[in-house]
């Protein structure tokens, strides 16, 4: 047994994968992947807590795999399989959807922003597993004994509930889940919208314009960071609270180049916005054409290439698991 710790993590097939995606989440998957053992899933079963369609989602979970290859991830080394291959998320999260609180649930950030906001506070229409999403979020940990996840700032509410429910169920019936801790990024764990800087760039952002995705094309991309919004200030600053868009035009120069912001701010005291913005295009453009060129490549070989080792893997993942489900059946009294 190797004494790495353990990093858990999964992005859902709801979408084409953003720029936010990979900075927040792929791309520190690659950095840490020699350091951690590391179980990287794709979140089917998340997917379909959102509106969705057959046929696209399982082309999103096809790319989300071809992508993580592409990005990077070594699928010698760290565990890609798809999330509704292992049943025991299902059965964990039954468990822990008895121990938690409608109060709890309803308190969710992602929760209110998703659904209350829609439809008021009139909740009859809201699909449950909008609701419970978190739980099953908590038992994909959970299940692991996961010591690290790496999540963006908008899962850190998430992974608060999945500790306390960690806690709980140790205080009640002894211990049987490791506390996992969350994984801070340094930049990136909240890259912006480049038109509307208040809300996280996001697959589901009315405003296309605002949103990288990681297989647009190098005019699309080159438009979008031209065009991004900034102040009138044309001072390269990173001031978060009075020069929001341009500090996170610096966030993802920083984190696409591993550059500390202050020697960007430095290097671009006395230049403009415009030249700043086509430096970062350049960036932007060389780093996902790399990324498009092999995820083209990987596509193509899915079916023989990636498609058995993801299976492989999520039946290794179900011989571990299963161990866990035991335990806590046995603990709480379901088996003898
Ligand atoms: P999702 O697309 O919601 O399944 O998110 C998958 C992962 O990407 C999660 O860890 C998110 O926190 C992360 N993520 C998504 N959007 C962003 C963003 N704009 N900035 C940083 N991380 C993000
Ligand atoms: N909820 C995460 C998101 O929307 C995806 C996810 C599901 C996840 N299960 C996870 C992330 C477990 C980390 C660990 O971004």
Same mark, same amino acid.
């Given at each position: 047994?190797?004494?790495?710790?353990?990093?858990?993590?999964?992005?859902?097939?709801?979408?084409? @994968? +953003?720029?936010?995606?990979?900075?927040? =989440?792929l791309k520190p998957f690659v950095?840490?992947?020699?350091k951690y053992k590391m179980f990287v899933f794709i979140a089917d079963l998340h997917a379909i807590t959102n509106e969705f369609n057959r046929a696209m989602l399982l082309k999103n979970k096809k790319n989300i795999a071809c992508l993580y290859c592409a990005c990077g991830l070594d699928i010698k080394k760290t565990i890609i399989f798809n999330q509704s291959d292992v049943c025991s998320h299902n059965d964990l999260s039954h468990v822990l959807l008895c121990h938690t609180t409608l109060g709890e649930l309803k308190r969710m950030t992602q929760f209110k922003t998703k659904a209350l906001t829609k439809n008021d506070n009139n909740t009859s229409f809201?699909?449950?597993?909008? @609701? +419970?999403?978190?739980?099953?979020?908590? =038992?994909?940990?959970?299940?692991y004994d996961t010591d690290v996840v790496i999540v963006g700032a908008d899962q850190k509410?998430?992974?608060?509930?999945?500790?306390n429910l960690a806690i709980r169920m140790n205080n009640k019936y002894g211990k049987m889940f490791?506390?996992?801790?969350?994984?801070?990024?340094k930049n990136?764990?909240?890259?912006?919208?480049?038109v509307d800087a208040k809300i996280k760039m996001s697959k589901s952002n009315k405003n296309q314009n605002g949103v990288i995705y990681l297989l647009d094309d190098?005019?699309?991309?080159?438009?979008?960071?031209m065009t991004a919004k900034t102040d009138?200030?044309?001072?390269?600053?990173?001031?978060?609270?009075?020069?929001?868009?341009?500090s996170n035009l610096l966030e993802i120069y920083a984190s696409l180049t591993d550059k500390n912001i202050n020697d960007i701010v430095k290097k671009y005291r006395n230049k403009n916005y415009k030249l700043f913005k086509e430096d970062l295009a350049n960036i932007v453009v060389e780093k996902l054409d790399i990324i498009q060129k092999k995820f083209k490549k990987i596509s193509k070989d899915f079916d023989k290439k990636i498609e058995p080792i993801l299976k492989k893997n999520a039946e290794y993942c179900t011989a571990i698991v299963k161990r866990k489900t035991k335990l806590v059946y046995k603990k709480i009294g379901l088996t003898k």
């Open positions: 047994m190797s004494n790495k710790k353990i990093m858990v993590s999964g992005i859902q097939p709801s979408n084409n @994968l +953003t720029l936010g995606n990979y900075l927040g =989440a950095d840490l992947q020699k809201i699909r449950t597993g909008l @609701l +419970t999403y978190p739980i099953l979020m908590a =038992a994909d940990i959970l299940l509410q998430h992974l608060e509930l999945t500790r490791n506390i996992p801790q969350p994984f801070i990024l990136a764990s909240r890259i912006m919208d480049l190098k005019q699309t991309i080159i438009k979008k960071i009138s200030f044309n001072k390269i600053r990173y001031d978060k609270k009075n020069q929001l868009e341009i």
